[in-house]
């Protein structure tokens, strides 16, 4: 029997069971990689493995074993729509605040990926325009652009900044960066008139309009 031990010994580590090391993965990209603080957003996530599906001949289906979960910030968000060649897809809810965010992914065996600075949650805000005076032909003058709203010190966004006369848009053009909220620009009118308009928007469709005012023609 003592001369069976050491071959024993042998065929219980032959028949021993090796847990296949996995590779690691990575996030290749998020699209979009932005929403505002007042949304929902469906999100694609790439990465660079393939979901292992479970099919089902008789029932002509399939369905997907391991499903990602995302982390962004406080949420987790399941990734349970495969689009293919490495796509997976779901939705970041509402709640996260204002700011930049790496982005996590988990596999259920374990593994898990990050890809820094690569979401960002901007403020949703509303605007109002400080009030505005009689102006004169051709000399420069300072508009108040205001953010308003929960988020509005947050906004350090651009808006298309338009001017009105009688109705009808005389010309438009993008404002420069707010700080905390604020943006003073610099506009010159080269047509005297009753009845100017300043209107701003954003890029989701929030504006504001200001008060009517006069370019006059200096004496």
Request: proline share 6%; hydrophobic share 35%.
């Amino acid at each position: 029997m003592n001369k069976l031990l050491p071959l024993l010994l042998t065929l219980l580590c032959a028949c021993e069971t090796v847990t296949p090391v996995q590779k690691e993965f990575q996030i290749l990209e998020i699209t979009p990689r932005e929403q505002f603080t007042n949304e929902s957003k469906n999100v694609t996530v790439k990465l660079d493995v393939e979901p292992r599906f479970l099919v089902h001949y008789g029932e002509k289906e399939a369905r997907m074993i391991e499903e990602p979960m995302l982390e962004i910030g406080s949420q987790t968000v399941p990734l349970n729509t495969y689009l293919g060649h490495g796509q997976f897809q779901g939705q970041v809810g509402l709640g996260l605040p204002v700011g930049r965010y790496e982005i996590r992914v988990k596999l259920e065996e374990g593994r898990e990926a990050t890809l820094p600075d690569a979401y960002e949650v901007k403020p949703s805000v509303g605007f109002w325009i400080g009030t505005i005076g009689d102006q004169y032909l051709n000399e420069p003058f300072t508009i108040t652009l205001h953010a308003a709203g929960p988020d509005a010190e947050h906004f350090e966004g651009t808006v298309l900044v338009s001017l009105y006369k009688g109705g009808s848009n005389t010309f438009s053009f993008p404002s420069g960066p707010f700080t905390a909220g604020v943006r003073q620009q610099e506009i010159t009118i080269d047509t005297p008139g009753d009845n100017y308009l300043i209107v701003l928007k954003d890029d989701q469709n929030n504006g504001a309009t200001s008060n009517k005012f006069r370019v006059l023609v200096k004496d």
